[in-house]
């Protein structure tokens, strides 16, 4: 995947959110969205919900207005020494754990929520099959 999109009705307060308790790196802040590097190649946009339900014509092109209702989700990919850290981290941020989930192949995950409710998730390897156990992997597939 190359881009996770959600809208948001606060722009600025779930940027600060995503940059200053997830210790995301902004790669571009425009009025209608922020996007946020991820691994290599993926962004996570954050997209204003009015201003993106519109067509935005710009120099580089017309971009097409979308839009998404209601909490979203999304996962973000941890090795299993990063788990408890994590945890440690967001609690530290003031952020609550909603749930943990101890996967039948292994991996496990827990949920929290972001400051619109939308429902963000941090997993180890074992979630899916087709997430390696070791990231090395995924480098030397790609």
């Not at 946009?45 to 092109?61: C, M, T, V, Y």
Request: some cysteine.
């Amino acid at each position: 995947m190359l881009e996770t999109g959600i809208c948001v009705d606060n722009l600025a307060l779930s940027s600060r959110f995503h940059k200053d308790v997830l210790g995301l790196q902004t790669v571009l802040e425009i009025d209608r969205l922020h996007a946020f590097g991820l691994a290599p190649g993926e962004v996570l946009l954050l997209f204003d919900r009015e201003l993106s339900q519109h067509d935005a014509n710009s120099p580089i092109g017309l971009v097409p207005g979308h839009r998404t209702d209601g909490r979203a989700h999304f996962c973000f990919r941890i090795t299993q020494d990063q788990y408890e850290p994590w945890k440690a981290h967001l609690a530290g941020q003031g952020v609550a754990i909603t749930s943990e989930v101890h996967w039948p192949a292994g991996g496990r995950s827990f949920y929290f929520t972001d400051p619109e409710g939308n429902v963000l998730e941090m997993a180890t390897p074992g979630l899916w099959a087709n997430y390696p156990k070791d990231f090395r992997e995924r480098e030397a597939d790609g």
